[in-house]
């Protein structure tokens, strides 16, 4: 069986990747899963460079690159990992905010595919 999740407007594509990338963060922050699982989910040098092939916006591909920093922090500044994830955090927050959306929520294709 596979499931999979996409999306066909560029700034929609732009908020599945944040609200992704801010789920991980949580679930990092709450010890429920790994840094290195977030890494193979979404956080790591293959993702952002598919990212840049797909030309999603800068600041998007800037806050996915500003994640693969995590293992830096967890190995060698570990009393700065929580803070450095809440401002990771906060950023992604700060993009969803500001990111355009679609005037009638109800015409952006849904993100689960069937």
Known sequence: MVISLSAS???EME???LVTALG???SLKNNVLTIDECQNYLFSPYTQSIL???KIDEAVVATIE???F???YED????QLTGYIEQLREDILELIENRNTVANI???KKWLDK
């Open 76 to 79: 060698l500044l570990p009393n």
């Open 52 to 54: 840049e092939a797909k």
């Open 106 to 108: 109800y015409e952006v």
């Open 24 to 26: 991980l963060l949580e």
């Open 70 to 72: 995590l293992e830096d």
């Open 15 to 17: 908020r599945l990747i």
């Open 9 to 11: 407007e560029k700034s």
């Open 66 to 68: 500003k994640c693969l």
